[in-house]
């Protein structure tokens, strides 16, 4: 996942992301985005992935290849540090991605920043069954993925 400043001299200093498994599959994220502004940008983009690799398969002409499943994405909510704040959301087959700033207002020195999605679906369906196993735990799910 990416978070790109506008420009080369803004720096992403930190992304801090929360994730959450709920018992339909979908995947609850949060993540914390601080970013130290250079006063010349208007903005800062952050992509998120749509796509993912979802194990091997056998194409028509028998060579196995990486299968790729699509992703839905919702967003719930963006905000800095004074409550929620602008930004424009550019949504992909294979991306979607938030330009976060005020037009026409520079940003300059540290911001923090809060994104709010959701992820329909994540976890694939074979191994759904282990979500409500309780031996198992949200942690080692998601590493499996």
């Known amino acids: 996942m990416l978070a790109q ?4 001299e803004d720096i992403v200093s930190s992304i801090d992301m929360e994730a959450r ?3 339909d599959s979908t995947v609850v994220v949060k993540e ?3 970013v130290k502004f250079d006063g010349k940008s208007r903005f800062f983009e ?3 992935p749509l796509v993912s690799p979802d194990g091997p398969f056998v194409s028509k002409d ?3 290849q990486g299968a790729i499943r699509h992703l839905g994405f919702r967003l719930i909510k963006v905000s800095g540090q004074k409550g929620p704040c602008y930004y424009q959301i550019k949504s992909g087959a294979n991306a979607a991605v938030l330009r976060i700033g005020e037009p026409g ?3 300059s020195g540290s911001k923090q920043y809060t994104v709010e999605y ?3 679906q994540l976890i694939p369906n074979s191994i759904l069954h282990l979500l409500r196993t309780p031996k198992y735990s949200t942690t080692f799910l998601l590493t499996l993925i």
Do not use: D, F, H, V
Request: glycine residues 4%.
């Open 62 to 64: 028998g060579l196995k």
């Open 105 to 107: 207002k520079t940003l």
């Open 32 to 34: 914390q985005i601080s």
């Open 118 to 120: 959701l992820l329909p």
């Open 5 to 8: 400043p506008a420009k080369a």
């Open 46 to 48: 952050r992509t998120i």
């Open 21 to 23: 498994a709920e018992r």
